[in-house]
């Protein structure tokens, strides 16, 4: 037994003799690398606004597969919205452009809406300024009513703005006051200086958080719809939007259960505890898009008309549009033109309305886009959610060219997106815009290789666009686990520099020197900052990709010296025992 213990001591010294040789064989020389493809996303190597334009055209994309075409039916009813213009001897208000950095996350019916609206009242710490058009006060959104109640407990200033064309929000109003929470009724055509006619906005400002929505608080907009929005954290579009909203709070009345909701009737809801429906989420999981954004921040009746009218005519490839009704015979105009030009346009619209006469509108939209077309050329026409998805297809976005994110909480009709008087004055609905620039982005292509003259180095080459309109701010290289790497050198440009002018190169080459000290899938991740030459806003281009080690190294320095060791022990220990 002692000479079987000793013969052990001394094959198992010999064993990790052999694997420190073969480990500093592996080490002296440097083993290739395969280098995997990108990761397959739509938000890799583009900006933050083309990642969220890219995020919405999935949503499309997904909701088009599932609509229904539109046929004409000679019996249906249709008529168009008339062309009436109305002023209101009101100066409207401008939109803005804006670029800052900010966060923006998609918000979407039924799939995460509850969630992210009790996280955006939940994180408020200073303000919570809420203005929607009705807040029902039922168990499926008691949730949010009792985190309105909260933040005021918390001490953040609330202030809460109902519209007075739906008596389900009397009972939410008598409760949110009985806690002492600010709330005032937005009157159609008030004396008092409201000059819009419905206040149709879905908004939420929560500290330096906007919401630009179509949700209503109802269980069939949070749970049954197709709704989709975005929560914006930026301290420039908060200003803007606080703006609207103090201005519609002094136009607003304290609410008095004796004189408002009175002559109210309320909008016909469909518990979405009584009809189950066909659609299983797809996009619960919430996604933050950071970096350098550029956008323009519009309300109506005020202003969004020209700046929606102009983006339209300028549109060179596609137009994507998604809403509850498109009605308005200004913007159908525009569209007949952009489809005799021989423009891919796609409309989804609502089929069975609440109202009869936007059921009517629709149906005329979609006739005289889809069948009639223009010029010889035919927009395409679905119904949305026609195989029982949905309750409603209620959602309010259009995408441009796969590099324009128009969402509002207004329809695209003549009340919610109106064309100004000649004078310049408005009237109309009060809705909250905005639209999200995908364009502007650093257009590159990333190649990797390895070299094996050169051993440990890894070559990424960076293709740019036009590479006299960028400015490379940063580069920077990020490999994980980092317990994995012996070196890790800062990417570099092949001159050395990390800011440089692109106009100097037509291929631009960064080295990152890394040696690895144990196999395995290792995550690349290359960030560049840029900004677009004239525009101070920090733009985000990033990559990530995967090296692993060659596997015929895998297994000739790891695989097979590990079996060979198994072997030689077994050996040694069965001869061992017989000798014993």
Not at 22 to 42: G, K, M, N, W
Not at 362 to 390: C, M, P, T, V
Request: aromatic letters at 12%; proline letters at 4%.
């Amino acid at each position: 037994m002692k000479k079987f213990l000793k013969n052990l001591r001394i094959i198992t010294f010999l064993c990790l003799i052999n694997g420190g040789l073969i480990y500093l064989a592996i080490y002296i020389r440097s083993p290739t690398y395969e280098i995997l493809a990108p990761f397959d996303s739509v938000f890799e190597g583009t900006a933050p606004g083309q990642q969220v334009v890219n995020f919405f055209r999935q949503v499309f994309d997904f909701d088009w597969e599932l609509g229904l075409d539109y046929d004409y039916d000679p019996l249906e009813e249709m008529e168009p919205q008339s062309y009436e213009r109305f002023g209101s001897s009101y100066t409207p208000f401008k939109s803005k452009r804006i670029q800052q950095i900010m966060n923006i996350t998609p918000i979407l019916s039924p799939d995460n809406s509850e969630a992210l609206l009790l996280g955006l009242i939940k994180n408020s710490t200073s303000k919570l300024y809420i203005e929607q058009m009705y807040i029902y006060h039922e168990p499926e959104t008691s949730g949010i009513i009792q985190a309105i109640i909260d933040a005021q407990a918390r001490g953040v200033e609330v202030k809460v703005i109902v519209g007075e064309g739906n008596d389900k929000s009397r009972e939410t109003a008598t409760n949110l006051t009985s806690y002492g929470i600010n709330v005032r009724i937005s009157v159609e055509k008030a004396a008092n200086g409201n000059y819009f006619d419905v206040m149709h906005n879905k908004g939420v400002i929560s500290d330096d958080r906007v919401l630009i929505t179509s949700i209503n608080w109802s269980p069939t907009s949070i749970f049954d719809n197709r709704e989709t929005g975005v929560i914006v954290e930026s301290s420039l579009v908060a200003a803007y939007y606080k703006m609207l909203f103090d201005y519609d709070w002094i136009a607003s009345e304290v609410y008095d259960p004796l004189v408002h909701f009175t002559d109210s009737h309320p909008i016909p809801q469909i518990s979405s505890s009584l009809l189950p429906l066909d659609y299983k989420p797809q996009f619960t999981t919430p996604y933050t898009f950071t970096g350098g954004f550029e956008v323009d921040v519009m309300t109506s009746p005020d202003n969004c008309f020209e700046i929606i009218e102009k983006i339209l005519l300028n549109a060179q490839q596609s137009i994507y549009i998604s809403v509850y009704t498109l009605s308005s015979p200004y913007l159908l105009e525009v569209l007949r033109d952009r489809v005799a030009k021989g423009l891919d346009v796609r409309i989804l619209l609502e089929e069975n309305t609440t109202s009869a006469w936007e059921k009517k509108y629709n149906r005329h939209a979609l006739y005289n886009l889809s069948e009639i077309g223009a010029d010889g050329s035919f927009a395409q026409g679905k119904w949305a959610g026609a195989k029982n998805e949905f309750r409603y297809q209620h959602s309010k976005y259009a995408i441009i060219d796969n590099k324009t994110l128009i969402i509002s909480s207004g329809n695209w009709a003549r009340s919610s997106c109106p064309k100004p008087q000649d004078d310049g004055d408005v009237d109309g609905n009060r809705d909250w815009w905005i639209i999200i620039y995908g364009t502007g982005d650093l257009a590159v292509t990333l190649t990797t290789s390895t070299d094996t003259k050169t051993e440990e180095q890894t070559h990424l080459s960076l293709d740019v666009e036009n590479p006299q309109d960028y400015t490379i701010r940063e580069i920077s290289l990020n490999i994980q686990p980092q317990s994995y790497l012996e070196i890790v050198q800062n990417l570099r440009m092949a001159n050395g520099s990390t800011s440089v002018n692109l106009a100097a190169y037509d291929i631009q080459q960064f080295i990152g020197s890394v040696r690895f000290t144990k196999f395995g899938i290792h995550n690349v991740a290359i960030d560049i900052q840029y900004i677009l030459n004239g525009s101070p806003a920090v733009q985000h281009t990033q990559f990530e990709f995967s090296v692993l080690k060659n596997e015929k190294e895998i297994f000739l320095y790891y695989i097979l010296p590990t079996i060979g060791g198994i072997i030689v022990v077994g050996v040694v220990i069965v001869i061992s025992k017989l000798k014993m």
